[in-house]
Structure formats: structure tokens, C-alpha cells
């Protein structure tokens, strides 16, 4: 299997690899994009079976976390861009955050994770498989059973 994962943070990448493997045993392919102009050009690419996108991303992986190097809703820009091009890899949103305030996207409302799927599921249809609060309660429970649903459709 052929997987993408954008994600900037370590420990978490290290997290939902080890529970990719847990539920898919068997070789893996992983590319890792660590930010989002790595993630733009990346999704791009075709052939991924499975594509996890987190939300809060640097830019050009700078390391700021304020300002022009961060993202906060990065990842959507990359699921935006896969709807604009009618890429249709399965995708899985897994955020630490669970509200987001974007002033150039929302006009400074604050969208929850759930208003953040529901955009996800507009943009991409079938291939939108859900989102997961990483560090909720029994989150990684709630990933697995996500791998595992969609992977018996």
C-alpha cells in the first residue's frame, strides 16, 4: 500500500504510521510531506491507496509556528486543491485541533472539525473517508476502526 502522510510533528507522524501498520500488517510505502508546499506537489502524484492530511501545517517548512510560515488550516488549502483537480485519493483528516479561526477563509468565524469535514466531504465525495482529533480520547481507536471500515468498503 502507497501512503501519504502530511504531517509536521514527529510524534504524531510516528503515531498514526505505527497505527497504519497495526491495522494494514504487510509492506508499506510511506512518503511523508512536512509541510504544506511539500504536501501541494505531493498529493499531485498519483497512485496513493490512502492520503492523511492534518490541518495545521507550516508553509515552506520553516518552523515558524506564527505568522506567514504557518498554516493554520493548511491542509484544507490541500483538499481544496484536490477537489480543483478532481483528485480522488482516499483521504483521512487527522488534527490536533478541534475549532479553527481562519480570518481570510471564514471572515474570522470559528469553524469547528465538524464544519471542517463537512467541507472535506463536499470537496473530495467518496473519497473522503472522515476525520480524527488526534489526542481525544481513544482517538487511535477511532482511527483504527476508520482504517478498518474503510478498508472492508
Not at 502507497?2 to 505505527?18: A, H, N, T, Y
Not at 508499506?28 to 498519483?46: C, G, S
Not at 481544496?80 to 483528485?87: C, V
Request: aromatic share 10%; proline share 3%; charged share 20%.
Amino acid at each position: 500500500m502507497k501512503i501519504l502522510i502530511i504531517e509536521d510533528v514527529q510524534s504524531k507522524f510516528d503515531e498514526v504510521r505505527s497505527i497504519i501498520v497495526s491495522v494494514f500488517p504487510g509492506l508499506h510505502t510511506f512518503q511523508r510531506a512536512f509541510n504544506l508546499n511539500e504536501a501541494e506537489d505531493a498529493v499531485m502524484m498519483p497512485g496513493w491507496d490512502l492520503v492523511i492530511v492534518d490541518l495545521s501545517m507550516d508553509i515552506n517548512g520553516s518552523g515558524a509556528m506564527q505568522g506567514a510560515g504557518h498554516a493554520t488550516l493548511g491542509g484544507l488549502d490541500v483538499l481544496e486543491r484536490m477537489a480543483l483537480f478532481k483528485i480522488a485519493h482516499p483521504t483521512i483528516v487527522v488534527t490536533g485541533f478541534d475549532s479553527f479561526q481562519d480570518p481570510d477563509r471564514f471572515d474570522n468565524a470559528i469553524m469547528n472539525l465538524a464544519d471542517i469535514s463537512g467541507l472535506a466531504s463536499d470537496w473530495l465525495g467518496k473519497s473522503y473517508i472522515g476525520s480524527v482529533r488526534y489526542g481525544a480520547a481513544n482517538w487511535n481507536r477511532k482511527f483504527s476502526r476508520m482504517l478498518q471500515q474503510w478498508s472492508g468498503s
